[in-house]
């Protein structure tokens, strides 16, 4: 209810997806700006109340019930549902998507938790991820989404938290076969970044010579040349820290929906929904690290 509260005053405004005078115009999103937005003059008369298409809609997300369900459930048509989705899903793209979730390192410092305190020049926590997607029928599109990793077609997007646990950066979602390194350079993330920061990154991410900060990042293990006693002991801090991205990212991917085959017929819009789901983890009222600020 208090997300609600929220954006109940922009919902006023919401424009909405129908069957008819649907138009797609390129988006200004900078972080986004291959996504289409959906714009329309028609505005029909509701079956729901805004809240409670609220409601359908973080059902969806969350529980994963398909359409036919959720339909049943609220007692309307199938392709209602859809439309109210639709409508949804782009709604709160623009809405959580037009706040500046990237904080300055004086915001970071302000609220850096007390185990970060040997890398307090951290402002941001990165780590990968990747959603499961039908096998579109182009071989040569199998083969550019086929993950080595997951052994299966996959949609690879990345996230980054500040060290209090807030997400403060997320990627459009890229095919299965990009690499880390890649990923990194098209996530659009580098501008953001200065001399005077760090970015702590998982052992794949070997951006050193991308960016113009300092990176931390746990060392690879060579069999010939074991760590010396302070490389271990740097490497095991570093993995510990970074263990607070990978738990907001299995916050986010709790969401049922993305614990299936992502259907191609929704993946004109899988990077809207995936970033509605990762700014939504923002306004839960559990501290990820309880050292920091309360989320």
């Known amino acids: 209810m208090y997300f609600w509260r929220l954006i109940e005053p922009a919902t006023r405004k919401i424009v909405r997806v129908t069957q008819r005078s649907l138009v797609q115009r390129p988006s200004n999103h900078s972080t986004h700006s291959d996504l289409p937005e959906l714009t329309q003059i028609h505005r029909p008369a509701r079956c729901l109340q805004p809240i409670d298409e609220l409601f359908l809609f973080l059902m969806y997300l969350s529980l994963g019930l398909n ?29 959580l998507g037009a706040v500046c979730i990237w904080l300055s390192p004086e915001e970071i410092k302000a609220d850096m938790p007390q185990v970060f305190r040997k890398y307090s020049d951290t402002q941001v926590i990165i780590d990968r991820t990747e959603l499961k997607c039908q096998a579109p029928s182009s071989l040569l599109l199998q083969s550019e989404m086929f993950s080595r990793y997951k052994s299966h077609t996959t949609m690879k997007g990345m996230i980054g938290i500040a060290p209090n646990g807030a997400v403060t950066f997320v990627s459009s979602l890229f095919s299965g076969s990009v690499s880390d390194e890649e990923l990194f350079q098209r996530s659009g993330i580098i501008p953001l970044l200065d001399k005077d920061m760090a970015v702590m990154v998982d052992r794949g991410f070997t951006v050193e010579d991308l960016v113009p900060c300092k990176v931390y ?28 991205v990978e738990r907001v990212n299995r916050r986010i991917k709790e969401n049922q929906l993305f614990h299936t085959v992502i259907p191609l017929s929704i993946a004109g819009s899988i990077n809207q929904v ?11 009222n559990k501290p990820l690290v309880k050292s920091g600020v309360k989320l």
Do not use: C, M
Not at 217 to 244: C, D, M, V, W, Y
């Open 67 to 95: 359409q036919k369900d959720l339909g049943h459930r609220f007692n309307i048509h199938q392709s209602t549902v859809s439309r109210i989705i639709n409508t949804w899903v782009h709604f709160l793209y623009s809405v």
């Open 217 to 244: 990042r746990p060392s690879f293990r060579n069999e010939r040349e074991p760590f010396s006693g302070g490389e271990e002991h740097k490497t095991q801090e570093i993995a510990r820290l970074r263990i607070h």
């Open 274 to 284: 995936f970033t509605v789901a990762s700014l939504l983890y923002n306004y839960q």
